[in-house]
């Protein structure tokens, strides 16, 4: 039996626009939490930001974007990201 490679653990922020409130974090992380291979999942709301910690063998950065989106946020990746 092949095992698949093991992926390094990654940290990615995200800017959220539209992210002002806990409600909105949460709701955020929800989604995120569902992506294989997200790990974490932080906000920092009075910043507008999101840190995911992702393993990159099984997502990627655009993946955790379009989940971001799919929580009704439009986002970008933070250049302290």
Same mark, same amino acid.
Request: some cysteine; charged content about 30%.
């Given at each position: 039996?092949?095992? !698949?490679?093991?992926? !390094?653990? @990654? !940290?990615?922020? /995200?800017? =959220? ?10 709701? *955020?992380? $929800?989604?995120?939490? $569902?992506?294989? &291979?997200? $790990?974490? =999942? ?6 507008? @930001? =999101? /840190? =995911?910690?992702?393993?990159?063998? $099984?997502?990627? @950065?655009?993946? *955790? @974007? ?14 302290? &990201?």
């Amino acid at each position: 039996m092949s095992e !698949r490679p093991q992926g !390094r653990t @990654k !940290r990615v922020v /995200f800017s =959220v626009a539209g992210m002002d409130c806990v409600t909105c974090s949460l709701a *955020i992380g $929800k989604r995120l939490r $569902k992506l294989d &291979g997200v $790990k974490d =999942v932080g906000s920092a709301v009075m910043l507008n @930001k =999101v /840190f =995911v910690d992702y393993d990159d063998s $099984k997502t990627d @950065k655009a993946s *955790i @974007k379009r989940a971001i989106q799919d929580a009704g946020y439009s986002s970008y990746v933070s250049a302290d &990201g």
